[in-house]
């Protein structure tokens, strides 16, 4: 079983420290970068991570070459594991990909996790989708009829309502709504998860179409591939950070 990730990646990096008191020149807290630091593949490289942690499938990828110089970093109370704030360092650009050079029918599943900073077109997408028949996407993008040859369409409540006016019944058909600590909708059904304590919700979303697409790829089930997704992201929700399943 071989399964295909395409998209953009970067480094995700957790500063830990100290946050106590309020700035006197400004009302913002003073982060003292004392802790520790992790540092792990980001957005398309986190999918391609948890495949790998929690299926037997051998998996590719397909992303920028530059990604470890595209860093978002978190700097988070150690106390509270609150995110006092979140830089993104984009000054290289994420270069574009050349859909036309894979070998689609060498994959079971491929999915893409787009993030919208150019890697991937809506050409792009919809030239994968119709050169292979179990595509997944969890996309940024606002949906419309480039994506309706795609399988599954993973997609959040946030980003259902900025889409929704774009919806036609042949996409609804498609999409799995995730919905927090809700679970996951799937035409009409609603799949619930354990209530559980979230300390970081960060690339919750990756683990779950990872989880989707590994599954589907040796199921061919969508609604076990749904609840073995929703039981991989509420396992990474209580660990602090990005991680893996």
């Known amino acids: 079983m071989r399964i295909l990730v395409i998209g953009e990646s970067c480094k995700d990096v957790y500063q830990y420290g100290d946050s106590v008191r309020l700035c006197p020149e400004a009302p913002v807290p003073v982060f003292k970068s004392c802790r520790h630091k ?24 397909v992303t920028n070459n ?13 106390r509270t594991n609150y995110i006092v704030v979140r830089i993104d360092n984009e000054r290289e650009q994420y270069m574009h990909c050349d859909v036309k050079d894979i070998k689609y029918d060498e994959y079971d599943v491929v999915v893409i996790s787009d993030y919208d900073k150019g890697f991937l077109t ?4 919809k030239y994968i989708a119709n050169r292979h028949s179990d595509t997944f996407l ?43 600590p ?11 998860v354990l209530k559980v304590e979230i300390k970081d919700t960060s690339g919750a979303g990756d683990t779950f179409i990872a989880a989707l697409a590994a599954t589907y790829a040796k199921t061919s089930d969508i609604h076990e591939s749904i609840k073995e997704a929703n039981t991989c992201a ?5 660990k602090k950070g990005v991680s893996t399943a």
């Open 38 to 61: 992790t540092e792990n593949p980001g957005m398309a490289m986190n999918v391609w991570e948890n495949i790998k942690s929690i299926s037997d499938a051998e998996v590719d990828i």
């Open 66 to 78: 530059n990604w470890e110089n595209i860093t978002k970093i978190r700097c988070v109370d150690n």
């Open 122 to 125: 809506e050409e792009d997408i």
């Open 138 to 180: 969890d996309t940024k993008k606002i949906l419309g009829d480039w994506c309706k040859n795609i399988r599954f369409i993973k997609i959040n409540e946030f980003e259902y309502e900025r889409t929704k006016h774009k919806l036609t019944p042949q996409l609804i058909e498609k999409m799995i709504i995730t919905l927090g």
């Open 182 to 192: 809700d679970g996951a909708s799937f035409r009409g059904i609603t799949f619930p």
């Open 234 to 238: 509420t396992k990474v929700v209580q």
